[in-house]
Nanobody, 119 residues
């Protein structure tokens, strides 16, 4: 079993910043990918940013230059620094982690954290 605990969501004004964090715990042998997704009301869940164990990153076009994903391999944590936030960034943000337990692969989702950008 893998547990993901997210933190850092909230209400922020346009142009403001927030930092999301996600910590993975359990019988984890290794993690090969960590990422953040988001889902706005009435829309499908979409990838925001993704980072591999080697540090390679992928960002959605809509957040490039504003969001930065980072990870701490020793602590099994991933963070998303969100700057210059826009109202269209409003969504529930989900952490996603993929890796290996001692008996096979796993993919886990966090419970989601609300980010609201509004004046």
């Amino acid at each position: 079993q893998v547990q993901l605990v997210e933190s850092g969501g909230g209400l922020v004004q346009p142009g403001g910043s927030l930092r999301l964090s996600c910590a993975a715990s359990g019988s984890i042998v290794s993690i090969y990918a960590m990422g953040w997704y988001r889902q706005a009301p009435g829309k499908q869940r979409e990838l925001v940013a993704h980072i591999t164990s080697g540090g390679s990153t992928v960002y959605a076009d809509s957040v490039k230059g504003r969001f930065t994903i980072s990870r701490d391999n020793a602590k099994n944590t991933v963070s998303l620094q969100m700057n210059s936030l826009k109202p269209e960034d409003t969504a529930v943000y989900y952490c996603n982690v993929g890796g290996y337990l001692d008996y096979g692969k796993f993919t886990s989702w966090g419970q989601g954290t609300q980010v609201t950008v509004s004046s």
